[in-house]
């Protein structure tokens, strides 16, 4: 009850109870009041609404419940793994600006998701790395509903925070690897390939605008670590840790400990990266223009 009143502030703790449980207003009372005990079935059902990890009333230290995403197979998948998403990170979005730290083994997929050629391919490649029956079909020939209202929703708001973003050199190379690998397997054609390094090349410009541009959004580049695609959102009231287990999986959990320990491992790892928004021009376009270099060679190779 007490992590539910830091969540709901001013309002009626017995009338916010009730209407969750569908149980009256006196029944309510008298759980708040401790004369009558929640069901093992209540206090689940208000972890899940509140998002507050049961973990800490466990009463063991390392060891976590924690939520994962439902496997995406289908169309259906993955128009539910949006929605999820969605639907967890809402009290982000909801209550204050967040800060976000992003581990970016890949772009991150939030620059993914949009309706451009770039997020086709990458719906097409996440298809079909993780779709057990179909495929391969080729890049133009795919025609699976890749894009939705709750994708943008999504995008904003990951936009709308205070982020910080960690990448290296090898950040590119997954996206690059893959547009190399399906057009040698003779499914993707040159045309759609110089779009498709178009649009990366656009996400990465963008990325260099926001360092120079967006008081929010923070960049450091890091060469000593291996890089996991890691999310952790944190604000005033909650966090959540992401940790991939798939291309299009993650669990997630909302245990203070763990995220306190991730959000010490991240800004120990700031320490040892160097900031592009602090570094001069020289340091900063060296650093993009060996990704620019990266994308038109692999232009200039597949030709």
């Not at 943008?152 to 690998?181: A, G, H, P, R």
Request: glycine share 2%; proline share 2%; hydrophobic share 35%.
């Amino acid at each position: 009850m007490k992590q539910i009143r830091k969540k709901i502030g001013d309002k009626s703790l017995n009338d916010e109870i009730a209407n969750i449980l569908n149980i009256s207003y006196d029944a309510a009372h008298r759980r708040t009041s401790m004369k009558a005990k929640f069901s093992f079935e209540e206090a689940v059902e208000l972890a899940k609404y509140y998002q507050i990890s049961i973990d800490q009333f466990l009463g063991t230290e390392n060891q976590l419940v924690v939520k994962r995403t439902r496997p995406v197979k289908t169309q259906e998948d993955l128009l539910h793994f949006f929605e999820s998403s969605l639907k967890i990170l809402d009290v982000f979005q909801s209550i204050n600006q967040s800060k976000v730290y992003y581990s970016a083994k890949d772009i991150p997929f939030f620059y993914t998701i949009s309706d451009t050629i770039l997020s086709r391919f990458k719906f097409y490649v996440w298809m079909n790395l993780l779709n057990e029956d179909k495929f391969l079909c080729s890049f133009e020939d795919f025609d699976l509903p890749y894009h939705s209202p709750k994708n943008e929703m999504l995008k904003d708001l990951y936009e709308s925070q205070n982020v910080t973003e960690v990448w290296n050199d090898t950040t590119i190379m997954s996206i690059l690897m893959q547009i190399s690998f399906y057009s040698e397997m003779g499914l993707l054609k040159y045309k759609d390939i110089v779009l498709i390094l178009e649009e990366v090349r656009s996400v990465i410009e963008n990325v260099e605008y926001k360092i120079q541009h967006n008081p929010d959004f923070n960049f450091y580049v890091n060469d000593l670590v291996i890089l996991s695609n890691n999310i952790l959102f944190k604000n005033e009231y909650q966090s959540s840790f992401f940790i991939p287990f798939n291309m299009f999986g993650y669990m997630m959990t909302n245990d203070e400990n763990t995220c306190n320990d991730t959000l010490i491992y991240f800004e120990h790892e700031l320490k040892n990266s160097k900031s592009l928004n602090t570094s001069g021009n020289r340091e900063r376009k060296m650093f993009f223009n060996k990704m620019y270099d990266q994308i038109e060679n692999l232009k200039q190779r597949l030709k």
